[in-house]
Structures are given as structure tokens and as C-alpha cells.
């Protein structure tokens, strides 16, 4: 019975983690903090966001992030949904979040400008769970034009 709520709980711990790993994502890169974002993927990790490119490494991928959005700092916000998480063994998961992106208007107003998902495929990295393959696509571009 021990080991059984040993391990429920270490799934707990798993999702929680992961969950935040999402909600980390969505923060740092709004923020224009793109270290701390591209520190999370996995050492050989890649980010696939469709006709915007590919990066693979987390210097790579700060590289990219940093000369696609380092001028809109403030500008845009990530609302990050409906994580679904299924594990694969202890140290591997795959998930599906839902994104919109929502920007703001030269009036100060909020405009939804897009939604979609990631796809994922998450590896435990020195003990933390990491993006090793994250897929971005654009399900409803363009709601409105990008203020």
C-alpha cells in the first residue's frame, strides 16, 4: 500500500510540476525573459512554431525567441488552457496545451489575435521535467488584426 501512494503521489508531484512548467512558459515569454524561457527545454531540446522556424538548444532557442519578439515586450499575453498530460514511463510524458494570444490594441484594449496549441514531448532533465520537443500550430489566426 506504501509504495502504491508513493507512487500516486510522485504522478501528483509530476502533473503539478508540468503544469507549471506550462504556466512558466507562457510567463517567460511575455515577459521578454527568454533565458529563463529557453531553460526550459531539455539540453538537446527543440521548438517547432510552423512557418516562424525551428530551434534546437536552449541557446538556439533564445536566439530565436529574443530576434522574434524582443521588441514586444508588454504588448502580447499568453493565456495557456486545457493541459492534457499521459506519461509514458517515469521520465517521459507527452501533453497538448491550448494557447490564445491576446494583445494590446493601440486603445489599451485587449484584442484575442490568435489560438492554437502546442504539442509536446517532455523529458525529466537532472531531476525537473523539460520540453524536448515542443510543436507550435495556429488553429484561428488572425481573430483580428495584430494591433
Not at 508513493?6 to 503539478?16: F, P, Y
Not at 530576434?67 to 486545457?82: D, R, T
Request: charged share 30%.
Amino acid at each position: 500500500m506504501s509504495n502504491n501512494l508513493e507512487q500516486r503521489l510522485q504522478r501528483v508531484e509530476d502533473i503539478l510540476e508540468i503544469q507549471q512548467l506550462f504556466i512558466d512558459y507562457g510567463t517567460f515569454l511575455d515577459a521578454g525573459q527568454f533565458a529563463d524561457y529557453a531553460a526550459l527545454f531539455a539540453r538537446d531540446g527543440e521548438i517547432q512554431l510552423g512557418p516562424l522556424g525551428v530551434a534546437k538548444g536552449p541557446e538556439a532557442i533564445r536566439t530565436m525567441m529574443t530576434k522574434m519578439l524582443g521588441g514586444q515586450i508588454g504588448k502580447s499575453f499568453h493565456i495557456i488552457s486545457s493541459p492534457r498530460i499521459t506519461f509514458e514511463d517515469d521520465s517521459r510524458a507527452i501533453s497538448e496545451v491550448m494557447w490564445t494570444v491576446i494583445d494590446r490594441s493601440d486603445k489599451d484594449k485587449p484584442v484575442v489575435t490568435m489560438i492554437g496549441r502546442h504539442r509536446d514531448q517532455l523529458v525529466r532533465e537532472e531531476g525537473r521535467w523539460r520540453f524536448l520537443k515542443r510543436r507550435g500550430y495556429v488553429d484561428i489566426p488572425g481573430l483580428l488584426q495584430r494591433p
